[in-house]
């Protein structure tokens, strides 16, 4: 009978770029609302407040996603080159070197030796990257894809209180805002971590203090700085 079973580690890179987007996204425009409106700001500004807010989120989470993504990609190819020139060089001690690491994960040194010898014949730059380098395709990103990902969940989370905006009346807008916000932190928090195979409470709790902390101080420096306009 044939053994299958599924790991949660291939979804991890777009898990992390959906999720950090999303309760970004949320946090930050729900807080920016929210201490706006605690400062006295007419209501009819507050969308536009938030719908810069999205814009600017956005944009700036899909760069900053793509710089680091394609930093971490430029650092792995130039490891990948040296590593290649040191084969090119010194096969015999690369061997060597890849059969310490074996040794040390408990492999005899006869067995460690075979074992370095018989990854190298078939693959040997792909041998030392993985367990010398720790590089990985799994590891490896896609600059584009995780700055869509990044703008598309920023956006997608910025949009919950940019709506509760434009339907519920002003009197009503800060407390609707934090119970719809810290309800939609909680919940990504929860998919995040069944999709992930993570537990839910701990995820679902990590996002609700951290994005309340964030509104209440948001609000508490609106109304230190209350205006009228």
């Known amino acids: 009978m044939e053994y299958n079973h599924e790991h949660k580690a291939e979804r991890i890179g777009w898990i992390r770029a959906v999720v950090l987007g999303a309760n970004d996204g949320i946090v930050s425009t729900a807080s920016l609302v929210v201490g706006i409106a605690a400062s006295g700001v007419a209501a009819d500004h507050l969308f536009l407040v938030g719908l810069a807010a999205l814009v600017a989120g956005a944009m700036s ?42 040794r040390k994960r408990g492999l005899d040194s006869e067995l460690a030796l075979t074992v370095a010898k018989k990854l190298m014949e078939v693959d040997p730059l ?4 993985r367990d010398e380098l720790g590089i990985t395709e799994l ?36 407390p609707t805002i934090i119970v719809i916000s810290l309800g939609s932190l909680v919940l990504l928090g929860g998919v995040s971590a069944h999709v992930g195979g993570a537990s839910k409470t701990k995820a679902a709790l990590r996002v609700l203090i951290w994005g309340a902390l964030a509104m209440l101080v948001s609000m508490g420096i609106g109304q230190l700085f209350e205006v009228t306009v």
Not at 145 to 170: C, D, E, K, M, R
């Open 61 to 102: 989470m899909a760069a900053g996603e793509y710089v680091s993504v394609s930093s971490q990609t430029d650092i792995e190819r130039a490891e990948l080159a040296l590593e290649q020139q040191h084969l090119d060089e010194n096969w015999t001690a690369e061997v060597h070197e890849l059969a310490t690491i074996y």
């Open 126 to 129: 792909g041998s030392h990257a």
């Open 139 to 174: 590891a490896q990103g896609n600059p584009l894809q995780a700055a869509l990902f990044s703008a598309l969940s920023f956006s997608a989370g910025a949009a919950l209180p940019l709506i509760t905006v434009l339907l519920f009346s002003v009197e009503n807008l800060i």
